[in-house]
């Protein structure tokens, strides 16, 4: 099993650039989950999806953000344009079953530098 | 989405010392979960709980579930330097994570 796999891992961009994280759940896991991790903020809830179908983006920031499932081995979290305040970790988790009933399982994370 | 409360945000302990977070919900939890995330790492599940009033052992660490499912602890006996780590809880609805407590641990 490799676990949830994240790419990159680190990140620094310029002001004002387009960026797009990745991310591989583990495979037969129907949940996929977006958070976003500051020292000011903590771990904060994005996004998750349910067989690839978005279900709550309520922790979206802004129109600036977007996520796709396009398959359920695959997703992306879209960035455009960036701005230095969106500098954090980034973490991708997936779970087997419906929140709160299995464990998420998450990956080594994106830190995104936005200068 | 319901969010739950943690506290302290973060503990100081010498080795061998006790340690306990709080996590604590206004609404009623189906079940709640507990995570650790070792410093630069990912949060790694620990465990989760389903019934009022549970309690679960694993080695030094306690976890427990309130009678009302409202609020729930992790108590770690004699503290080493592995423990040292941010705790999360999170509640079941969503999966949204309380502010987590920090802990360090002097040798």
């Known amino acids: 099993d490799a676990g949830v796999i994240q790419s990159p891992r680190h990140e620094v961009t310029e002001m004002g650039q387009e960026v797009t994280l990745r991310c591989k759940p583990i495979?037969?896991?129907?949940?996929l989950f977006w958070y976003r991790q500051t020292m000011m903020r903590g771990l904060e809830l994005l996004i998750y999806?349910?067989?690839?179908?978005?279900?709550?983006d309520s922790g979206m920031p802004e129109d600036r953000f977007s996520a796709k499932m396009p398959n359920a081995s695959f997703s992306t979290l879209k960035i455009q344009p960036s701005e230095p305040r969106d500098s954090a970790v980034y973490f991708c988790?997936?779970?087997?079953?419906?929140?709160?009933?299995?464990?998420?399982?998450f990956g080594n994370g994106t830190r995104l530098t936005v200068t | 989405g319901q969010q739950v409360m943690q506290i302290p945000q973060y503990q100081h302990v010498q080795e061998g010392e006790d340690f306990t977070t709080y996590c604590n919900s206004s609404t009623t939890l189906s079940n709640i979960q507990w995570y650790k995330q070792r410093p630069g790492g990912h949060p790694v599940f620990l465990i989760q709980l389903v019934k009022s009033g549970e309690v679960k052992k694993q080695k030094r660490l306690t976890f427990q579930f309130g009678e009302a499912k409202k609020n729930s602890s992790l108590h770690i006996t004699a503290t080493q330097t592995t423990d040292v780590g941010t705790y999360f809880c999170?509640?079941?609805?969503?999966?949204?994570f309380g502010a987590g407590t920090r802990l360090t641990v002097k040798p």
């Open positions: 988790a997936s779970s087997f079953l419906r929140p709160g009933n299995s464990p998420l399982h």
């Open positions: 999806f349910n067989n690839n179908v978005p279900i709550d």
């Open positions: 495979s037969g896991h129907d949940y």
């Open positions: 999170a509640e079941n609805n969503d999966m949204r």
